[in-house]
């Protein structure tokens, strides 16, 4: 069983082109004012966005895009991102766990933001290698 870590840094910028990619202006996502004033720590990063960096690591584990199969997770937490240059770092797991009956292999993600899961129940099915 292999394991493999991916480390990415997020910072407002990021948020922005996202932003602009995805459609999603939320104020959340960009307004220090508005994030607080509805009880978030901060702005956050998108959920997709954080959801995408997982899916990256997975791709990249697996070697090609289309050798991804399934891809689940649920959100558990935001992802703060404060406005310095350094942004926030979130950290991607990915761990061997299994196969599948056809021969497919089972992973088990990981994606955590200052040492707390921002993902649960994250897992993904990949073609053999």
């Given at each position: 069983m292999?394991?493999?870590?991916?480390?990415?840094?997020?910072?407002?910028?990021?948020?922005?082109?996202?932003?602009?990619?995805?459609?999603?202006?939320?104020?959340?996502?960009?307004?220090?004012?508005?994030?607080?004033?509805?009880?978030?720590?901060?702005?956050?990063?998108?959920?997709?966005?954080?959801?995408?960096?997982?899916?990256?690591?997975?791709?990249?584990?697996?070697?090609?895009?289309?050798?991804?199969?399934?891809?689940?997770?649920r959100?558990?937490?935001?992802?703060?991102?404060?406005?310095?240059?350094?942004?926030?770092?979130?950290?991607?797991?990915?761990?061997?766990?299994?196969?599948?009956?056809?021969?497919?292999?089972k992973?088990?993600?990981?994606?955590?933001?200052?040492?707390?899961?921002?993902?649960?129940?994250?897992?993904?099915?990949?073609?053999?290698?």
């Amino acid at each position: 069983m292999t394991t493999s870590e991916t480390t990415y840094r997020v910072t407002r910028a990021d948020l922005v082109r996202y932003a602009g990619a995805s459609g999603d202006f939320n104020p959340i996502h960009w307004s220090e004012r508005f994030a607080t004033g509805v009880g978030l720590p901060g702005v956050i990063a998108h959920g997709m966005f954080t959801m995408a960096l997982v899916s990256r690591t997975v791709t990249a584990w697996a070697g090609a895009p289309d050798a991804v199969v399934e891809l689940s997770v649920r959100f558990a937490r935001p992802v703060p991102v404060p406005d310095t240059d350094e942004g926030t770092e979130v950290v991607v797991t990915v761990s061997e766990r299994g196969q599948t009956d056809e021969g497919h292999t089972k992973l088990a993600l990981t994606a955590t933001c200052r040492g707390e899961k921002v993902l649960s129940l994250a897992q993904a099915v990949v073609r053999k290698r």
